[in-house]
């Protein structure tokens, strides 16, 4: 599907775009979801190049993600996208295609941040109505939003630490930090590559940037330095969080053993007195007593509570 948002006395208006139409000469930004081959041959229409094909654009190299044709730039940017039902993160890929006129993005999923965006563009918030501001405001919503997510990951990561020594059963815990140390890798990878790219806009598209824009990306790129620090010290607290846990799930192994081995030392003396009155001896002067009964099960009570008190009184137990 292709949306376009055109510019009409300051008013943004959006509508769906049909391959055949007659592109507006006053577009500001043209955003294609899950594009059909048709509407992928009129990209390819209005292109100076072939289009990137997905496998090159999901590429890790600079020379794939980043760079400068006919068309003007070329940006393939991972951003986050939050999943609240489970609690995770997934990184998906943007294609930015910044031009003279207005600004193309591609993509194959729904993105938070987009929907954000033209939200600002209907309520018109958006101090610059030009291409390059609108792709600074989707870097400048998508860092604000990694902070966010920081924070609430540490903000996460505390009721964690507090509940690891008050769980009965660690499958949770251990389940929720497996997926806070995914969500954080998925994290510091969107910081990482936001700072490629906005160095990237930085070096090529300096002449299109007024000083209000240079700005702003330099003060994206000084946030980024000061989130990746966090990133690391979530990372650190991770780590330490999941050797607390493995160390605390040992040590409740422990007092389970623990149990099983005291009880057999102190049924250990009953279980010899029984086995020596258990013999099949002929001669055995008990047998023949009245009271040699009650004396061995005297004897199995005292000896096994005078091993409980020997524990008790090396606190062993």
Known sequence: MISIYTIHQNTIERSTFQPGQTLPENVL?????????????????????????EITINEIEISSRQYRNADGLHISSLFPQRFISTKTIKNINISLNLRDNYLITTR?????????????????????????????????????????????????????GASIYEADELDDVFRDITRLEDATGKIRLSLLDSQRSLRFIQRQAQQQLD?????????????????MPHSQFIFDKINFLMDAAIGFSGLQQ????????????????????????????????????AFGYPMALVLMV???WGTYSFFKWRKWL
């Open 211 to 227: 000083m209000n824009d240079q700005q702003r990306l330099n003060e994206m790129l000084r946030d980024i330095d000061s989130l």
């Open 29 to 53: 930004w043209i955003d294609v979801k899950s594009a059909t081959a048709e509407e992928k041959q009129w990209l390819e229409s209005i292109s100076n190049a072939d289009l990137p094909s």
């Open 254 to 289: 422990n007092k389970i053993i623990k149990i099983f081995s005291v009880a057999a030392v102190i049924f250990l003396p009953p279980t010899v007195i029984a086995s020596i009155y258990g013999m099949n001896f002929k001669i055995i002067p008990e047998l023949e007593w």
């Open 302 to 304: 005292l000896s096994a």
């Open 108 to 160: 194959e999923d729904s993105l938070s941040i987009l929907r954000l965006v033209k939200h600002y563009l209907r309520q018109r918030k958006m101090k610059h109505m030009s291409p390059q501001g609108l792709m600074l405001e989707l870097f400048y919503l998508k860092v604000e939003f990694l902070s966010d997510l920081i924070e609430d990951i540490y903000t996460e990561l505390e009721t964690l």
